[in-house]
């Protein structure tokens, strides 16, 4: 071989190699990347565009953590000037993200964030919520009004009177070939939903009336001020959207709940029975109750059901005693508190449901099973699709046969203060709860 051509194949390994870490990372100094033109042909890759469907997240297994923040982060640093990005988190916590951010308003990308007050008051001066804010105050001077950026923060939920702003979705008018994002998901945009939560996102692509429902929500929730009525629901073709405050109705879950059969599924368990997983994060309180009192009622029924959970009141655990579940928490570092946990908030049921034999539904979010729920800004969409129903079940059968390792306390219950006092360790003390 010549060494021209030695020299060429060299470069191309080193260019292939370069590219390949690029698109791996993202971002370059929070850029978007773009693959380079094939050289000499006058071609150039497509952008990045984000693909459709379910992403979960795991803490245990590298190759499955940080998906779900890449993905979103991706998102953010692909979208182009002129377009817009909506980001509705209880906390956002990330020199990642906020780079991004920042980023992305600067090169003129219209970029809104709301967040909880609470959270952002807890924050120093140069964490997130100060940084994006110093940055997005810059720079609007003659933009339309559309691309004019700002960061909010809701004291309470911001379209309710009482409880928090819970809700975790993301919306972009336009990333590459995709037009009409929306994210919804269950964990908020920090490095603790990578690193230490098993959590789910819905991508949903060209949707334009699921993006205009997200669209509405977020901008009530912009003002801080109650809407009547605050719980809204839409249908867009195989899929249906809520949003909470639900003050006053009938339960979302119970609701989702109701049509179930246990015999005569089709397609579902091999005894014809149906099948229901559950990943729930909480169950609290009388609302946690009366959903365990009618999941006990169904298993009583025969129904096929497994939970994954990370925090149940007691009530909850006498009534589920005999139904099959795991508590998904880990103390690996032997500490007395838990440091990965359970986030995702999602059922899943396949088999008898109303009239059909062989129905699959999933309804996942933001929304613990717990009155404070009921209170605060909540999202989440209800799937009549099949593939991501058997996507959910695969998930939660997986999560609920590998465990995470050491899921017990195994350190002492109680400590010493400095003063001498003796108090009471609580294992969840670094456990999002919200």
């Known amino acids: 071989m010549s060494v021209r051509r030695v020299r060429a194949c060299v470069a191309g390994a080193a260019g292939a190699l370069l590219f390949t870490s690029l698109t791996t990372l993202g971002t370059v100094a929070g850029t978007p990347v773009a693959p380079p033109a094939q050289a000499g042909t006058g071609h150039h890759h497509k952008p990045w565009s984000p693909a459709p469907g379910i992403t979960f997240n795991n803490p245990l297994l590298p190759k499955r953590s940080h998906v779900i923040n890449k993905k979103v982060r991706m998102a953010i640093s692909n979208t182009r000037k002129g377009e817009t990005i909506r980001l509705m988190t209880w906390n956002l916590k990330s020199a990642l993200f906020t780079r991004a951010i920042v980023n992305a308003h600067r090169r003129g990308v219209g970029v809104r964030v709301i967040m909880s007050a609470g959270l952002a008051r807890g924050q120093s001066g140069h964490g997130s919520y100060a940084t994006i804010k110093r940055a997005l105050s810059n720079g609007n001077r003659g933009r339309p009004a559309r691309l004019k950026s700002w960061i909010h923060t809701c004291h309470d939920s911001c379209r309710g009177r009482h409880g928090i702003v819970h809700s975790k979705f993301f919306l972009f008018s336009k990333v ?93 368990a091999a005894n014809h029975t149906t099948v229901i997983r559950i990943a729930q994060a909480v169950f609290n309180g009388k609302r946690g109750l009366h959903i365990a009192q009618r999941l ?61 034999h062989s129905h699959k539904v999933v309804l996942n979010g933001s929304a613990n099973w717990s009155g404070m729920s009921l209170k605060s800004d909540e999202q989440g969409l209800i799937l009549h699709r099949p593939r991501a129903v058997t996507q959910y079940i695969n998930w939660i059968n997986h999560i609920f046969e590998h465990p995470p390792p050491r899921p017990k306390v195994v350190a002492p219950t109680t400590r010493r203060t400095p003063d001498g006092r003796i108090v009471k360790i609580n294992p969840y003390a670094h456990v999002e709860l919200d």
């Not at 603790?192 to 009336?209: E, F, G």
């Open 296 to 356: 006990r009622q169904l298993y009583n029924q025969g129904c096929n059901i497994r939970i994954d959970y990370t925090a149940m009141a007691n009530s909850s655990q006498r009534v589920l005693a005999p139904v099959p579940k795991r508590h998904i928490v880990q103390d690996f570092d032997g500490d007395g508190l838990y440091d990965r946990y359970l986030h995702m908030k999602a059922i899943a049921i396949n088999g008898h449901y109303g009239k059909d």
């Open 176 to 268: 590459g070939g995709a037009k009409d994002i929306v994210m919804s998901a269950s964990g908020n945009l920090t490095e603790v939903a990578a690193n230490r939560q098993w959590d789910d996102l819905t991508t949903i692509v060209n949707r334009p009336k699921t993006y205009r429902n997200f669209g509405m929500i977020f901008a009530q929730a912009s003002r801080d001020k109650p809407v009547r009525p605050a719980y809204h629901q839409f249908t867009d073709g195989s899929l249906e959207g809520w949003f909470y405050p639900r003050m006053g109705q009938r339960d979302t879950i119970l609701k989702l709940l109701a049509p179930v059969h246990c015999k005569g599924a089709i397609g579902a």
